[in-house]
């Protein structure tokens, strides 16, 4: 039989005003809040995450690597993943452009889950090291990461959505860390890390715009 707690937090008033500026009221409202969104994203399905590039130049702008030479593919971005306990697989969509390179300059969009960041270098047009010019290698991941590829045809200057929003990628323990939220206790949460790479066709530039990351329970 399970056992349901109740909490009845009782604040002094400073006057006979219960709702006045100062009163515990006011500090019960964002207490409630938090707990409000950590059960959200705890328990509840489906538990989201997006992030989109900012615009810049060459607008509009996006996560973009430029190579010169032979297909490859290359390291976009990564970002941090809150895993649901009760998550089963992680399903994902991404927006992606190329544009520049040859007829079928965008093939593939990647993604791939992980304990820890990547560790490879960034592509020539973040700063990094040009000699391999953006060339992800899954030799810089953490051992037991996840991936799945879509495959997608994207022309020189055009958009296209890679969709794995049925399968993605299944979880396992070797993906993510338990980490505590320092306040109600240990193994409340799971991290992992979200790398994006993108395949791209002879010469060309590659682009993630927005990437959106949710889990199912099975």
Known sequence: MSTTFTEQLQLPPASNTWDADGEGMHSLFPLDLIRGLNNLATYCNPHLHYMQSANGSPSPGGFKTTYTGATRECFLVQFPVLVPLWGSRA??????????????????????LAADPYTGVAGASDGGDTSNQGAFDTTNLTTGYGHRSVSITVTAGNYGLADDSTTGVVLTNAMTRFISDGAVGINTKRLSYGILTATGGTSSSVEIHDISVWFLPS
């Open 91 to 112: 399903v994902w969509t991404a927006g992606a452009r190329s544009s520049s390179g040859s007829a079928s300059s965008l093939t593939a969009v990647g993604f791939y």
